[in-house]
């Protein structure tokens, strides 16, 4: 695969091709399978859900795109709300996207297959495919490996289910399970090299960022060291910028967080600010009466406060529970004695990007991000630390 970089792609797209000026694309679509008025959408490759670049609605079974790139990015072609897509490049050029579509129905609403489509016109398509062409065949060695031991799988979930220690045991020792968790930890050793060698290989082109969105369901801490890898060019992209904000939601240590108004437990009015004056520092530990692991957490928040709340630390616990009465009864069974607040709307959780609890961040007197999701001893440690203990 090419090592194209940012500016060469951007070059290419404005470079005169066949007397077109290269400034515009436009999507020719001849799907077979999509229901007449049905509406297609293109949206950026992202792990989060992100507003529509386009839409069309298809009409006997044809629709067309038009409209204008300022560089190269991944999309996703989906029918709207309905499940399913097919993952291309879009550039400023003559496309057209051909084929058949296939459909399921369930009670989760529609699914469409198009992996019978075709993109062509795209040369950026056909180099994203190159790259994922690797990935593509792990994903198909494992398609088959869980195929092949469907029913052996279904008894092995059925005896777990019902606590049937001798046959899960048994199912476990057979030859088949074996070689069935043989080959599922080949892939996913796989899967993490394969994406290393690609975004090694093009860490300074926009290959890099799209790996990583393509190849990952998502993206946490781990995968930090590949981002910093790349250029600056590549990170301000514009799929690199959706890596790295989903890397560091709210983001990097010494960046200060969003201020955010909330009324406390005792019905105080409070802000970040307020929240962290004379403080030295503040664990914000974003949580939910219903959640199991943010409540076995609370012993450890617990011991840490009472070791350094008089010196200088406070835990505000923000609770996205929607309902007032279970939090209520959480906070008081759990005796949580520092400032809590429900954010029930999740206007703070929005602000701060929290997609899972617990989620929890450590930030100085001036509300500058320090530290984040540390649990357990690795927390103690960090508070320890910053205490100067």
């Known amino acids: 695969m090419n090592k194209i970089t940012l500016t060469t792609l951007v070059g290419v797209m404005l470079a005169a091709c066949s007397g077109k000026d290269n400034t515009t694309y436009t999507i020719v679509g001849e799907v077979e399978g999509l229901p007449d008025s049905s509406v297609v959408v293109l949206t950026p490759l992202a792990h989060s859900e992100m507003a529509p670049i386009t839409e069309a609605t298809v ?89 092949q031991v469907a029913e052996l799988m279904a008894a092995y ?99 200060k967080l969003p201020e955010f108004e909330a009324v406390t437990l005792d019905g105080r009015n409070t802000n970040l600010a307020a929240l962290c004056k004379d403080k030295k520092y503040v664990l914000l530990d974003f949580w939910a009466s219903w959640c199991g692991p943010c409540r076995r957490e609370i012993p450890n928040l617990k011991e840490i406060y009472s070791k350094f709340s008089d010196k200088g630390f406070d835990i505000v616990s923000i609770s996205i529970d929607k309902e007032e009465k279970p939090w209520l009864n959480a906070v008081k069974n759990e005796d949580l004695k520092w400032t809590n607040i429900r954010d029930g709307e999740h206007t703070i959780a929005d602000k701060y990007k929290v997609t899972a609890v617990p989620t929890m961040y450590i930030v100085d007197s001036e509300g500058r991000l320090v530290g984040e999701n540390l649990r357990g001893e690795e927390l103690a440690a960090k508070i320890s630390e910053l205490i100067g203990e």
């Open 157 to 255: 979930y059925d005896a777990r289910k019902n606590n049937d220690r001798q046959k899960v045991d048994s199912i476990q020792s057979s030859p088949e399970f074996k070689h069935y968790a043989e080959v599922e930890k080949y892939c996913f050793n796989g899967f993490d090299s394969v994406l290393r060698a690609t975004v090694e290989q093009n860490k300074n082109t926009i290959w890099a960022p799209i790996a990583m969105l393509s190849q990952l369901s998502y993206l946490s801490a781990d995968q930090r060291e590949l981002y910093e890898s790349f250029s600056e060019e590549v990170k301000n992209s514009f799929h690199g910028r959706i890596v790295g904000e989903e890397l560091y939601p709210v983001g990097r240590p010494g960046d």
């Open 59 to 147: 009409i006997n079974g044809k629709f067309k795109f038009t409209g204008q790139v300022d560089e190269p990015i991944a999309v996703r072609l989906n029918v709207k709300d309905s499940y399913g897509g097919k993952t291309f490049m879009l550039e400023n050029t003559d496309m057209k996207i051909s084929g058949m579509v296939d459909s399921q129905s369930s009670d989760r609403g529609t699914f469409y297959g198009f992996s019978g489509l075709n993109v062509s016109g795209s040369p950026l398509t056909d180099e994203y495919y190159a790259m994922m062409a690797p990935r593509m065949r792990l994903d198909s060695i494992m398609t088959v490996n869980q195929s």
